[in-house]
């Protein structure tokens, strides 16, 4: 791993295990601790850090097909998924972008959607990339959420979190990419008041071998998103 992503972990855990932020060097990911606010409850809610998400600006997205519906809501939970690409050993920037391009061109001229289905995608290299336009705004102001195309029957209920790779046949995710994904669902709790018990796999909402071995981690994911709230 180079000096660059070593850095961008450490900065990540820092967040995730409430220590202070430190502050990032130029292209790295920057981890600013973020306000939660005050939950759907009125429960004073705790800090999160705030992960690097690169905008679908900044990794050069089509534009889409159609309007995306802006709901007016916070989500009420997270499904993890896994996008079934290739299990690749290229942890860069550069190819988490390739990927969300990969995905996108998936979903809009296979499925006929109007845009990538999930809102985040994690790399294995552990790089974050916003999916579907609006998602990435939508999550910082912390009061609505873009509708979704990832699980049937939850789209207008819950955040979809996609990981790269295929984890249905023994694959085990890299560190880097674990490691980010509990940053991103602990910050994406944060901002939407979601507890860490609300998060799910995929197959807990239809017949589906997605998100692989993640389903068997969402216990340990739990307890690491939790963690990082306290």
Known sequence: MNAENALRRRLLLAGAAGLAAATALP???HAQSTARGRSAGGAKAADAVEPDIDSTRAWGARSPRGSISRLSYRPSRI??????????????????????HWVQDLHMD??????TGYHFLVSRGGWITEGRHGSLQA?????????????????DQAVGIANE?????????????????????????????????RLHGHKDYGDTLCPGVFHDMLPRLRDEVGAALV
């Open 139 to 155: 999550l910082t102001g912390g009061s609505g959420f873009v509708l979704g195309a990832h699980t049937s029957g939850q789209n």
């Open 110 to 115: 296979k499925n006929g959607w109007v845009d």
């Open 165 to 197: 790779g295929a984890y249905h046949a023994g694959a085990t995710p890299p560190q880097a990419q674990w490691e980010v994904l509990v940053a991103l669902c602990a910050y994406t709790c944060a901002r939407y008041g979601i507890p860490a018990t």
């Open 27 to 29: 292209g790295t990911t």
């Open 79 to 100: 499904i993890v998924h896994h996008t079934v690409s290739a299990n690749t050993s290229d942890f860069s920037r550069a190819q988490a972008h390739s990927h969300a």
